[in-house]
């Protein structure tokens, strides 16, 4: 794992806790340290905060993924507004942890982004909804519905014949919505199936993705794909 964080308490602090965990950490203090050191020996994944001197946090992860790199990457930032928290998704971020922050939902993010299995099918626990007949057709490589298609080896995912840029964290999110097309799925179970945590219900995380999720999926004149069904969760359907 490689840590960069200028905040030399917290960088010290996290460092200790992770290596506890069992992490192998790596950290760093600058942006110019941790690009040099992700080329030098890649990591599993990178925790970054994002206001650092020089190379912030947000073009670390601009750099990389204009690389090609793929690496999970966990943002750590002291901003809490959400149009903040978009620009760490656009640069490239699979998630986020918002300071000051509890070092177990650290650890439960980074068991999450680490997870290389695909998330399985929900079964009926999720709150229902018809299908109108309309299941989801599933392979061991491929899912799609709704106008949706999933290649599940390469990690691509089309609207109709647009590609989709997806981060890790969308795509995963994107398959469960896939997978339960016309079933609405709670807060909890999403946030079960995708993070392996509940971070409660005064948590906007689940807010932030489905939103930029919305706004890579959605086309003018198309029909929105992901509903909201206040207090109880999401779907994905066409109507």
């Known amino acids: 794992m490689l840590l960069a964080e200028d905040d030399r308490a917290i960088r010290h602090a996290l460092e200790r806790a992770l290596t506890l965990e069992g992490y192998e950490v790596t950290a760093v203090a600058d942006g110019v340290e941790a690009l040099a050191q992700a080329h030098k020996t890649p990591p599993d994944v990178l925790v970054l905060d994002v206001m650092m001197p020089g190379i912030d946090g947000l073009q670390v992860c601009r750099v990389l993924r ?6 999970p990457i966990l943002m750590l930032t002291a901003l809490v507004e959400t149009a903040d928290r978009i620009a760490g998704l656009d640069a490239g971020a699979d998630d986020y942890v918002v300071k000051p922050f509890d070092v177990e939902e650290v650890f439960a993010r980074l068991r999450a982004l680490l997870r290389r299995t695909s998330p399985v099918p929900v079964g009926g626990g999720a709150a229902g909804g018809e299908n109108g007949g309309r299941e989801p057709q599933l392979s061991d490589r491929q899912v799609e519905a709704a106008g949706i298609r999933m290649d599940l080896q390469a990690r691509r995912a089309w609207r109709g014949k647009r590609e989709l840029e997806l981060t890790r964290t969308e795509f995963e999110l994107l398959e469960l919505l896939v997978r339960n097309a016309g079933i609405v799925l709670d807060h909890s179970t999403i946030y079960d199936r995708i993070w392996g945590y509940d971070f409660g219900p005064g948590s906007k995380n689940l807010a ?3 939103g930029y999720l919305r706004r890579k999926l959605d086309e ?9 069904v206040r207090g109880v969760g999401y779907v994905l359907r066409e109507d």
């Open 220 to 228: 003018p004149g198309a029909p929105q794909l992901i509903h909201t």
């Open 208 to 210: 932030v993705y489905v």
């Open 66 to 71: 204009a690389e090609g790199d793929r690496t």
